[in-house]
C-alpha cells in the first residue's frame, strides 16, 4: 500500500463521515451561507447596492406644514445620504414624539420643523429648524449636516444660499454690516443665476449651454463642485454596476473567515481519533504513517473546496458578485485559500494536546485574524501605523482578502502582480505549516 | 518447544515517560500458535510493553526479535501489517457500518481490493454481526462492538494478534463469545499476547502466563509452573498471583 493510496482512502472515509454528520454540514455549508447573507445584505442595504453613500436615518417633525416645508422634506427624501423617517406614506410625527424617540435611544437624529418655517424662507431670513440629537453620533451628524445643506439648496432652488452664508458667518463672528455686505453680494449673484437659469437675458448665456428649460440648474452640484476638479473614473470596465465595495468586501470576508472555521472542525478529526483509538489502530496498520497526515489534509481541502464554491455561488446568485467572471483566477485563489486554511487547522491539529485546547486556540486566532485581515470591515480604509500594518500583513486572512477582493472589486487577473503576491505569500506559509506540520506530527503522536 | 518456535523475543525492553520508569528491562518470548497471557494489576506496565512491541512507542531500550529476524514496526509497514491490534478503547468509527468499518481498516491493511470482499465476511461471521453488517456501529451494544473491535484487529491474518484488555465492559454472554472466537483463532493457527488483570479470563485462555508488577517481570510460565514457584503448588492462578504480588497490591490499595 503507497502513500497516496492510503492517505486517498483516509480522506474519503473522513468525507463519508462528514456527510453524515448533519450538524458538521450544518456548520461547514449552511452556517457560512447565512452568516454571507446576513453580512451581504445589511451591507447592500446599509450602502446602497450601487455602492453609494451609507444612509443614516433622519426622523422628521413638520410643525409648519407650509409648501415651502414640504418641499424641503421632499428634497431631504431624494438625498442619497439619508433615509428620512416617517416614510411620506406613514403618519406624520410630532416633535414630543420624536424627542421622546431620541431620548430612548431610538433615534440619533430627529429634525423639528418649527411654525413660520416657509413663510421666513420665502423671505430669505433664516427659518426655525431644530435637530434633536445624540451628541455622541458624530458620523451620522456629519452625513446630515450635508444632506440638510443639499436639501435647502434644492427646496429653494438656490435662494437659500444668500440666508445661509450669512447665518454661518454670523456664527463665525461677521458683524450684522457684513453679513448684509455678504448677502447683498450673494443677492447680486443669485440674481444673476437666476438669469442664467430662466434664460431671460441672453447677454449672461454662453453659446453652449442649453437652452433655458432644457436643464435646471443644479445649485447643489454647483456648490459641491467649488473647487474645479475633473472626475476621472478609473473602475474596472467588467465590474458589475450593482457590486458595492462593502458588499464585495462583505462576502470576501464572511467566505474567508468561514472557510476557516469549517477547516478547524475538520481538521480536529485528528485528535478526535486520537482520543477514540482509531489513530493507534491506523498506526499500527500497513498503511504508511505519514499518510495519516496527508489524507486528512487531502478530506479538508476539498471540503474546503466545495465550501467555497458554494458560497461564491450563494454570491453570484444572490448578490450578483460576478464570482464567475474569471473562472481560472477564482479556481487558483480558492485552491490557494483552501490550501492555506487548511494547513492552518492541521498545524493546529498536531501543535494540541487535546481537543478543548484545539477549539479554544483556534476560535481566539481565527478571530484576530478575520479582524486585523480585514473579513469584517474594510481595515485598508483605516491609516494605520506602521506597527499596525506589520501586524495586518502578517495575518493569513490579509492575503486572501487582498486576492479574493482582487478579483472581486479591483477586477484582477491572475496574473496581475498584486494577485500573484497574495497567493505567493499564502504558499508561503502552507510550506512552513506543512514543514512545522510535518515535525510535530513525528514527535507528538509518532514519538519520534 | 524449541527455541525456533519463538515468534517475537522481547530482550531487555526498556521504556519510561520521562523520569518514570514503566518497564524495566523486561525479557520474555512468545511462542508459534500459543496465547501468551500478560498480568498485571493496572500500572503495571502492560499497555506500555505492548505499545513498545506495536511500534507505538518507538524510542524503547532493548530489542526486538520476530521469526528469528530484528524488528522495527515503528519504521516498517511490512513489520506492521504482520500484527494485528485489539486496543482497549472500542477503535471503531461509529457513525459508519460495521461493513465500513471492515472495509476500510482492510483497505489500511494493504489487503489486495479482490479479496477485501472476503476478508469483510471472514471478520463479520468472526464478530457473530452478519445480520448487523449494514448497520451503524453506534447502533451496536457493548459487547457487539468488542466483537467487532476483535474482528477488526483480525482482519488481514497477523502472524501475532496483540489484545490490550479486551473485555473490559462487556456482558458474560458477549465475553464468553470473544473467549470462543479467541479459542478458534488459535486452532487456526493464530499467535496472541493477551493483557489482562482478570485472573479467570488468563487462566482460562493462555497457554502461559507473564506476570509483570510495577515494570518487571516477576514470572512467567504455566498456571501450575507458576503456582509452584510461588510456593503453592496446585493453587489457582489467583493464589499464586496474590502470594507473588500480594504486598505490593495491599500497598496499591
Known sequence: MNTWSAALAIARKDLSLYRRDRTGLLLGLLLPIVLVAVFGSVMKFAFGGDGGMMKVTLWVADEDGSTESERFVAALRNVSMVSVRPRANQEPATAERLRERVKDGEAHHALVIGKGFGELLSKGQEPPLTMVRDPGRQLEARLIGISMMQAMMSA??????????????????????????????????????????????????????????????????????????????????????????????????????????????????????????????????????????????IFCFIVGMVQLMVLFAFGEIVFSIDAYRDP????????????????????????????????????????????????????????????????????????????????????????????????????????IAAFLSVRLWRKRFLGT | MTESADLLVVDELRYAYGDRVAVKSVSFACRSGEILGLLGPNGAGKTTLLSCVAGLLPSFGGKLMFAGKSFEPADDAESRSRLGLVPQELALYDDMSGRENLQFFARMQGVAPDQIDAAVQQGLELAGLVDRAEDRVSAYSGGMKRRLNLAVGDLHNPDLLLLDEPTTGVDPQSRNHLFECLLGLRERGRTMIYTSHYMEEVQRLCDRIVVMHEGEVIGIGTTEELAAKAGKPGANLEDAFLAMTGRSLRDEG
Open chain 1, 156 to 297: 429653494g432652488d438656490g435662494r437659500a444660499m444668500s440666508w445661509m452664508m450669512g447665518s454661518m458667518m454670523r456664527r463665525q463672528g461677521m458683524s450684522e454690516a457684513g453679513v448684509k455686505r455678504l448677502q447683498a453680494s450673494m443677492d447680486a449673484v443669485q440674481n444673476v443665476l437666476g438669469l442664467f437659469a430662466s434664460g431671460s437675458d441672453p447677454e449672461v448665456r454662453s453659446e453652449s449651454a442649453p437652452a433655458a428649460g432644457e436643464a435646471s440648474l443644479d445649485m447643489t452640484s454647483m456648490f459641491m463642485d467649488l473647487v474645479p476638479v475633473q472626475h476621472e473614473d478609473v473602475a474596472p470596465p467588467a465590474r458589475p454596476k450593482n457590486l458595492g465595495y462593502q458588499l464585495a468586501q462583505s462576502v470576501s470576508g464572511m467566505t474567508v473567515m468561514m472557510l476557516m472555521f469549517g477547516l478547524m472542525a475538520c481538521s480536529s478529526m485528528l485528535l478526535i481519533e486520537r482520543d477514540q483509538g482509531t489513530l493507534r489502530r491506523l498506526l499500527v496498520s500497513r498503511a504508511p504513517r505519514h499518510a495519516l497526515l496527508l489524507g486528512k489534509f
Open chain 1, 328 to 431: 481560472l483566477t477564482l479556481l487558483a485563489l480558492s485552491v490557494t485559500w483552501a490550501a492555506a486554511a487548511t494547513s492552518f487547522g492541521i498545524l493546529v491539529s498536531v501543535w494540541a494536546k487535546s481537543t478543548k485546547q484545539a477549539e479554544g486556540l483556534s476560535t481566539l486566532l481565527i478571530l484576530v485574524m478575520a479582524a486585523l485581515g480585514g473579513c469584517w470591515f474594510p481595515i485598508q480604509m483605516a491609516e494605520l501605523p506602521w506597527y499596525g500594518e506589520v501586524i495586518t500583513r502578517s495575518t493569513l486572512t490579509f492575503w486572501a482578502m487582498e486576492g479574493f477582493q482582487g478579483m472581486f472589486w479591483h477586477q484582477k487577473s491572475l496574473t496581475d502582480p498584486v494577485m500573484l503576491r497574495a497567493m505567493g505569500v499564502q504558499w508561503g506559509f502552507v510550506l
